[in-house]
C-alpha cells in the first residue's frame, strides 16, 4: 500500500474527513490503543522526542490522550470530551514547535505501524488520510528553529 503524505502551505486548513467508523470496528477499542501506543513508541526514538512528555507517567498519558481521542474520531465513545473536553486539537498543540518536517516524522511512523498492520487497506487508507489531512492543520513553525 502507498501512503502518500500531502504538501500543503503553514496556514492552510483544507477539510478533513474522520475515518470510516469501520476502523475502530475492525480493531476495537484494545487495538486502536495499541496502534497508538506502537506509534508513540517509535516516536519516542524520533527526532521528534522532544514534543512528549520525557517521564514514563507522562508518556503513558499522552499515549491515553491520544488513544481516547482517535477512539472517538472513528465514532467510538467520547473518552476524549469526558476526560479532557472538546478536543480543539490546533489549540492544545499550539505551545509546541510543529514544524513540516516534524509533521513527516509523526507520519512516517505511522507508516511503518500501518503497514505491519493486519487491517483491510481500504480501511489503513481512510484512516491514512484523516492522518494526512489532520497533520497539516497542526503545523505551526514554519522551519526549525
Known amino acids: 500500500m502507498q501512503f502518500t503524505i500531502t ?3 503553514m496556514g492552510i486548513k483544507p477539510p478533513v474527513v474522520k ?3 469501520k ?3 475492525f480493531l476495537g477499542e484494545e487495538g486502536m490503543r495499541k496502534l497508538i501506543s506502537d506509534h508513540y513508541d517509535l516516536l519516542r526514538q524520533s527526532d521528534i522526542k522532544g514534543l512528549f512528555p520525557p ?3 507522562g508518556f503513558a498519558l499522552a499515549k ?3 488513544a481516547d481521542f482517535f477512539i472517538q474520531i472513528c465514532g467510538g465513545p467520547d473518552y476524549f470530551n469526558q476526560n479532557r473536553g472538546a478536543p480543539m486539537m490546533v489549540g492544545r498543540h499550539q505551545p509546541f514547535k510543529i514544524t513540516p518536517n516534524a509533521r513527516k516524522i509523526w507520519l ?3 507508516i511503518i505501524i500501518l503497514n505491519k498492520l493486519d487491517m483491510p487497506d481500504d480501511l489503513k487508507q481512510s484512516f491514512w488520510n484523516y492522518l494526512d489531512i489532520f497533520s ?3 503545523v505551526n513553525t514554519p522551519q526549525e528553529q
Open 136 to 138: 497539516i492543520w497542526m
Open 7 to 9: 504538501q500543503a502551505p
Open 64 to 66: 491515553q490522550h491520544s
Open 108 to 110: 512516517e511512523s505511522y
Open 23 to 25: 476502523v475502530l470496528e
Open 55 to 57: 517521564t514514563d507517567e
Open 19 to 21: 475515518p470510516d467508523p
